[in-house]
T-cell receptor
Framework: EAQVTQNPRYLITVTGKKLTVTCSQN?????MSWYRQDPGLGLRQIYY???????DKGDVPEGYKVSRKEKRNFPLILESPSPNQTSLYFC??????????????FGQGTRLTVV | GDSVTQMEGPVTLSEEAFLTINCTYT??????LFWYVQYPGEGLQLLLK?????DKGSNKGFEATYRKETTSFHLEKGSVQVSDSAVYFC????????????FGTGTSLTVIP
């Protein structure tokens, strides 16, 4: 089954304690990205990656890091989380697919609370 | 740059009412257009899509037509059900910007019996 898997689904942590949210896809997609979803703000892109070892900042990259060492994995790293990073996070993957845009597949989301 | 503007919510409708959620876009290339739906506690899933002008996407009774002349992709359903209660996101993907996706802010729909 084609899917994007994020872990954990829920996480409560304290300010300053480094954490990683994992994301893995089994569709051999080149393109992966991270979003955060906040009330009234919709989805905002944090980082994206167009292929292995190619990453770039999205609209709200401050306080986040990513890496893309393998095609299937795209972890999101918060080196020193702060309360304003409390949010719902989504990982997504897609592929251009023979010149036509194809859909983005989303993970189930990670609800992060930083206290 | 590319962007999507979507009707503000929340929207509350009675069962069997007609639904329209407006969506307009700005794009530098020739984008594909999508509607995603997010049910409570879940991730986003594709509802329908259209890849070129005048295409109509449809699924589960929902429809949207790609209108290049008005740069719009409005979502419609003739008779909503309680199970349609969700948040709906309009989105575009443009190969000219590396297949990045751009999302609207989402419209929350509640259907009451």
């Amino acid at each position: 089954e084609a899917q994007v898997t994020q872990n954990p689904r829920y996480l409560i942590t304290v300010t300053g304690k480094k954490l990683t949210v994992t994301c893995s896809q089994n569709m051999n997609h080149e393109y992966m990205s991270w979003y955060r979803q906040d009330p009234g703000l919709g989805l905002r892109q944090i980082y994206y990656s167009m292929n292995v070892e190619v990453t770039d900042k999205g609209d709200v990259p401050e306080g986040y890091k990513v890496s893309r060492k393998e095609k299937r994995n795209f972890p999101l790293i918060l080196e020193s989380p702060s309360p304003n990073q409390t949010s719902l996070y989504f990982c997504a993957s897609s592929s251009p697919g023979e010149g036509m845009n194809t859909e983005a597949f989303f993970g189930q989301g990670t609800r992060l609370t930083v206290v | 740059g590319d962007s999507v503007t979507q009707m503000e919510g929340p929207v509350t409708l009675s069962e069997e009412a007609f639904l329209t959620i407006n969506c307009t876009y700005t794009a530098t290339g020739y984008p594909s257009l999508f509607w995603y739906v997010q049910y409570p506690g879940e991730g986003l899933q594709l509802l329908l899509k259209a890849t070129k002008a005048d295409d109509k996407g449809s699924n589960k009774g929902f429809e949207a037509t790609y209108r290049k002349e008005t740069t719009s992709f409005h979502l419609e359903k003739g008779s909503v059900q309680v199970s349609d209660s969700a948040v709906y996101f309009c989105a575009l993907s443009d190969l000219y910007t590396g297949n990045q996706f751009y999302f609207g802010t989402g419209t929350s729909l509640t259907v009451i019996p």
